[in-house]
């Protein structure tokens, strides 16, 4: 017991974020009457929230090198427009148009990297200005209308799910399979780092306890997929979004340009003349936000099956405030893909749980600015007393 | 003469190190009195602790300022009563104009509007004090370093000050304008200010003061009256070294080899400047295995003449060849610089030496990522197990390599970022500073380390303010002067006085 209390106040911090999560789920389970964490309504929340996720992750590499970007939301409203005049007006196919928006995103995202890293103009400038900027061209692209329905298959990304090829009546079979996988996977890394950790002499917790947590999670994973499987199974874009968080999360937390990241926003100074080439990767860093951005608006519109001129209005909030709900700071240098994400399905539960409750958007707004505000100032209040 | 200050049995410690141990200070009404030690003797944390920029209750001990007994807060409660201190590092706001800065959070209004002819006029009654005769208008990013001094006693004096303390008021200027500032000094004390000034120059401060207190370690040493004690520079250098050089400075036998990095005619440009030349014309060599200094007061190019070298990270306009062993080599940027055998290790380890918010590991790996990865993918295991081996052979004190480098102390921060150059495996280490604000016991442990290096054969360019490291450590030593090197002396030629001429040698003499 000493040590798992131990081994919890160490990671207080990443633990705080994930028990705010439990907390604010139980409390709308049990405001709602048990409706928030239906099969039907968790498949909901996935999907309403899997574009703000995806900005969310790149928002917080563009906060670790101490950037900002407010452009996202436009830049995720111009995408969807190019793609629907693409696929819509000029008849091109999916798989093209998708290629094509994303190398669009990708040099948005050079345009803004540019200003920023080799022009110097503050980022904040920069991305104010592409704000404006891609708000304008969408409604130029658009003609002020919107664009719809996409040709079949476009809206397949997102509002789809995987075919259940098993058979297997109420119950998704395939997601059931896949979740196993998941388990099986978990649990080799898992031993094969605990091998590792021996093997280099780690402290590393006791037996029991690793034991503990190796089952903790292993339900988790498949009571999830239990959840998926018993309304329509694995969404695609879930899968893309998994795709996404671990890939992203190794990158920076195992690969050379990821530690180049961080060290460019914790001392941009100590950073160059360790050999990093500092311009160089905050211009990537917005490359990638604006493939990114792309990938979002291609998602949304998808789920709209259309193109709109207001799509993507406030999404650069809602990504930051993820980002940094999840343990950013804007100081740069310190965050993890894995708190934006956690960040962001706080922000994503607190509205689907409010909407079900038929709270107005009026209170929805202000209740979400306070949650950002107390979050970050209960973690500047415990850094400065572990001062 | 009555005492005006009285500073008793001031203790102040920081995690890990006893900055102040049983302090005693006292100071009479209208003397100068002087303030020496080492660097990280306490000076600065003693005047720190009388100012008020250590509140009451963060050390123990009595401050008695005129007879009464003091516990300031903050530095407004210490200036209420005329304690004004001058840091080294100007608190002068350059876009804003020299009147605005001598009434800064003193603004001359009524009811919060400014009144600016009263300011301006005052501040020019200040300026005549001073014997600076400029228009109070002018912003202060357009006068040199000398004249921001000098405003900045003027600001003092507008705060109606009794006690004038001054961190190393002429380490930036030149002897002319050392001399007018000095000369002032004795000036106020005739109109009855008392004066504690704090410097590194023992032969100007011999000149103008009465008394001189020595600190040396954290604790007061002696304090010794110029009239009856007979002072010589000599008697002070013992006071504030108390020990046998040959301790603090380790025994290396030295055997140069050949050649290992040569510079020849590097002359370098300001880049916000460029008309202005900061470098001009530099040769220098070192050998294999040999530690060479450089010597120069502080704005003779030391720091831009060492990082234009490692990858033009200073300056524009570069030209110059450099050879590497014998071979001429082009280094564009700093990538470069280490591919080529080279490691500069900055004069401040916090804005250009660590990421703070990053633990030691990682700090220790952020120059050579590639030993610890394979297609960029990082080895984490391997990390931990070279950043374990740094941390135990530069005998880091930390509790895990896990620990933010912020939480380290100012030595042991040092060691992270030599041990994160040590990693690179470099040919030749560029040391700016290398000591500077650390402890004695971590500075004893740094030179081991830079013998050592030399001893595996490594060349080392020691740039130094402390004369006495640069002739404990050097096998050779370049002096510096407005950017260029005038003189070179070898170890057993080489005395303080003979590289100060050089280091003052400028182009008009």
Not at chain 1, 174 to 186: R, S
Not at chain 2, 74 to 99: D, F, K, M, R
Not at chain 2, 348 to 368: C, H, I, P, Q
Request: some cysteine; charged content about 20%; overall charge neutral.
């Amino acid at each position: 017991m000493g040590e798992l209390k131990e081994v919890f106040s160490q990671n207080i911090r990443r633990f705080g974020m994930v028990i705010a999560l439990i907390g604010i789920a139980v409390l709308f389970q049990i405001l709602t009457g048990g409706i928030l964490l239906t099969p039907l309504n968790i498949t909901n929340i996935v999907m309403q929230n899997s574009y703000i996720i995806v900005l969310a992750i790149g928002m917080t590499l563009i906060i670790i090198t101490g950037e900002i970007d407010l452009s996202v939301g436009s830049v995720a409203a111009f995408i969807g427009a190019i793609s629907a005049y693409l696929m819509i007006n000029l008849d091109m196919s999916v798989a093209v148009a998708v290629i094509l928006s994303l190398l669009a995103g990708a040099l948005i995202g050079a345009w803004q990297g540019f200003w920023v890293a080799y022009v110097n103009v503050p980022a904040f400038i920069v991305t104010l200005a592409g704000m404006l900027i891609f708000r304008g061209l969408t409604l130029i692209v658009l003609g002020g209308r919107t664009l719809s329905p996409f040709p079949e298959g476009f809206s397949t990304i997102s509002s789809d799910f995987l075919p259940d090829l098993l058979g297997g009546g109420n119950l998704h079979l395939l997601t059931m399979l896949l979740g196993g996988l998941a388990v099986i996977v978990y649990l080799l890394n898992e031993l094969k780092l605990r091998r590792d950790y021996l093997k280099y002499n780690y402290n590393i917790i006791s037996f029991p306890l690793f034991l503990g947590k190796l089952i903790a999670i292993s339900i988790i994973i498949l009571a999830f997929s239990y959840i998926l499987a018993l309304y329509a199974g694995m969404p695609n874009v879930l899968l893309i979004l998994l795709f996404l968080i671990i890939g992203y999360s190794f990158y920076m937390n195992n690969t050379t340009t990821g530690r180049h990241i961080y060290a460019v926003g914790g001392n941009t100074h100590a950073a160059q003349l360790s050999g990093i080439k500092t311009k160089k990767v905050t211009f990537w860093v917005f490359v990638n936000m604006g493939v990114l951005s792309a990938l979002a608006g291609l998602i949304f519109a998808g789920r709209l099956n259309a193109a709109t001129p207001q799509a993507g209005n406030l999404f650069e909030l809602d990504a930051i405030a993820a980002a940094v709900i999840g343990g950013a700071s804007l100081a740069g240098g310190v965050g993890t893909v894995v708190g934006a994400v956690i960040g962001a399905l706080i922000m994503g539960v607190l509205n689907n749980g409010m909407s079900i409750l038929g709270i107005g958007i009026d209170w929805q707004q202000a209740i979400k600015g306070l949650v950002l505000l107390t979050a970050v100032a209960l973690d500047m209040i415990s850094k400065n007393k572990s001062k | 003469m009555a005492t005006i200050l009285s500073m008793k049995n001031i203790t102040k410690t920081f995690p890990g190190v006893k900055a102040l141990d049983n302090v005693n200070l006292e100071v009479e009404q209208g003397e100068i009195h002087a303030l020496v030690g080492e660097n990280g003797a306490g000076k600065s944390t003693l005047m720190k602790v009388l100012s008020g920029v250590h509140p009451h209750h963060s050390y123990s001990g009595d401050i008695l300022f005129q007879g009464q007994k003091c516990e300031f807060k903050n530095i407004n409660q210490s200036e209420e009563l005329g304690i004004v201190i001058i840091h080294q590092e100007l608190a002068l706001i350059p876009e804003l104009s020299i009147a605005e800065n001598v009434f800064l959070g003193n603004e001359q209004s009524t009811k919060g509007i400014i009144n600016w002819n009263e300011s301006i006029e005052k501040t020019k009654a200040l300026l005549d004090k001073v014997g600076l005769h400029i228009n109070p208008q002018t912003l202060i990013k357009q006068i040199g370093v000398g004249k921001q001094q000098l405003v900045e006693i003027a600001k003092a004096l507008s705060k109606e000050v009794k006690l004038l303390i001054l961190d190393e008021p002429t380490a930036a200027l030149n002897e002319e304008d050392s001399e007018n500032l000095l000369n002032l000094l004795v000036e106020f004390k005739k109109q009855g200010i008392t004066s504690i000034l704090i410097s590194h120059k023992l032969n100007e401060l011999m000149a103008v003061v009465d008394r001189i207190t020595i600190l040396r370690d954290g604790k007061t040493i002696e304090t010794l009256s110029m009239e009856k004690d007979g002072v010589t520079e000599q008697r002070i250098i013992k006071g504030m070294v108390g020990r046998d050089m040959n301790d603090l400075y380790p025994e290396r036998v030295s055997q140069p080899g050949g050649v290992v990095l040569e510079v020849k005619e590097w002359n370098v440009y300001n880049p916000e400047n460029p008309q202005q030349q900061i470098i001009h014309n530099a040769n220098f060599h070192i050998k294999k295995g040999e530690i060479v200094g450089i010597a120069g007061l502080m704005g003779a190019g030391r720091t831009e003449l060492a990082m234009s070298v490692f990858g033009k990270s200073y300056g524009r306009n570069i030209s110059g060849r450099i050879f590497k062993d014998g071979k001429e080599i082009k280094i564009e940027n700093v990538n470069q610089a280490i591919e080529q055998g080279l490691a500069y290790v900055s004069e401040d380890r916090k804005k250009y030496g660590l990421v703070l918010n990053d633990s030691v590991r990682e700090n220790l790996t952020l120059a050579n990522l590639f030993k610890i990865s394979r297609r960029s993918i990082l080895n984490k295991h391997e990390e931990v197990k070279q950043a374990e081996n740094l941390k135990g052979s530069m005998n880091i004190k930390t509790p895990t390599i896990e620990q933010k480098a912020i939480n380290l102390s100012g030595g042991n921060q040092q060691k992270v970022v030599l041990g994160k150059w040590i990693f690179t495996n470099p040919d030749v280490l560029i040391l700016d500073e290398p000591t500077r604000g650390i402890d004695v016991g971590a500075k004893n442990e740094i030179y081991k380390k830079i013998n050592d290096l030399a001893q595996e054969g490594k060349g080392i360019l020691m740039i130094s303010s402390e004369l006495p490291e640069l002739l404990g450590m050097c096998d050779r030593i370049y002096t510096l002067a407005e950017g260029r090197i005038t003189g070179e002396v070898n170890k057993k030629d080489a005395d303080q006085e003979q590289l100060m001429t050089y280091m003052t040698r400028s182009r008009r003499s």
